[in-house]
């Protein structure tokens, strides 16, 4: 049974999200189909060109993301406070980008309006900025353009997505690096790729190259980028992903390496330092790693915060309690 997005979002526990969508049927709409002779893999910049307008719309940033061949991952911040500290201008500035402009709405910010159309907008407007920071209209503005799209292509109608998106709260700071290590590692994971400077429209890959001061090529597969949260720097930031890129990249750089090997003992069995400062217990990170290693049902992060998102929502247990025990010491 499915549950309510209301049900699996709660601002007030934490802002960070884990979203995935997939193609109908599992069928590989975005990559090389050989049952129909036929590559779909230039849909993947769409996915790149539309989060890098709903990303400049939308009160949402994007902390990590994969686009693979059949489904695509996304980790969200969601910044309701930016949403709330727009002025109405902005607000419209922003939907107008996507929607039309009523009448009223024109009216109003030509200053013709009449006391009820001011009303009437006024209360457009508040809605319209609840949307900017909800991931439901966030996906939906990115799944119906994709779906609307490929379907035009191929000159056909019907669904494009296996259904609605899946989401999991990420509770902590540790459920947020699972989440997004995850997410990076998809192309490594999947054997499609052998580092992390060949994985492709991930954000691994575009941070990288923008570490090493490069612009995509010629030969790159993708020339626009999705604009990312930052890390923290040094000095700490609250506008930033809890922990510095440095650290994130060696985990990930590690763990990639010990995806590849064939043997345990090829690779430095010692964790990199932010593993250690979590208390992540390092055979239990590689299992989570691997494929459909991620166990989690809803919501993902230590014991004692799985525990108290439940009782948030109102709900006596959710999935992934033995693996936080174990993965998270």
Request: glycine share 6%; hydrophobic share 40%.
């Amino acid at each position: 049974m499915g549950y309510a997005r209301k049900a699996l979002v709660s601002l007030n526990d934490t802002p960070y999200y884990h979203v995935v969508s997939r193609c109908v049927r599992r069928a590989w709409l975005w990559g090389f189909d050989e049952y129909a002779g036929k590559d779909y893999s230039h849909r993947k910049d769409w996915t790149i060109d539309r989060l890098s307008l709903l990303a400049s719309i939308f009160t949402i940033d994007i902390c990590a993301y994969a686009v693979m061949s059949n489904h695509y991952h996304l980790v969200l911040f969601v910044d309701q406070l930016r949403a709330q500290q727009l002025t109405q201008r902005e607000v419209v500035e922003r939907w107008t980008q996507l929607f039309g402009t009523p009448t009223a709405i024109a009216r109003c910010l030509s200053g013709e309006a009449s006391e009820a159309e001011r009303e009437l907008a006024e209360s457009m407007i508040e809605l319209w900025r609840s949307r900017l920071y909800d991931i439901s209209w966030f996906m939906k503005c990115l799944n119906e353009y994709l779906a609307r799209r490929a379907n035009a292509e191929d000159s056909c109608t019907g669904k494009f997505w296996e259904g609605r998106f899946r989401s999991q709260a990420l509770l902590d700071e540790a459920g947020l690096l699972t989440a997004m290590a995850y997410v990076d590692l998809n192309p490594i994971r999947a054997g499609i790729a052998k580092t992390l400077e060949e994985s492709e429209f991930t954000s691994i890959y575009e941070r990288i190259r923008n570490l090493k001061g490069r612009e995509p090529d010629a030969q790159a597969k993708h020339k626009r980028k999705a604009p990312l949260r930052p890390f923290a720097s040094r000095g700490g930031d609250k506008a930033a992903i809890p922990y510095g890129f440095d650290d994130y990249l060696a985990l990930v750089d590690w763990t990639g390496r010990a995806l590849r090997a064939d043997k345990r003992a090829s690779i430095d069995d010692r964790l990199p330092s932010i593993a250690q400062r979590l208390n992540i217990d390092s055979e239990a990170w590689l299992r989570a790693m691997r494929p459909h290693g991620n166990v989690f049902g809803r919501a993902m992060g230590r014991l004692d915060h799985l525990r108290l998102h439940a009782n948030t929502l109102g709900q006596s247990w959710v999935r992934g309690l033995q693996s936080a025990r174990k993965l998270y010491a």
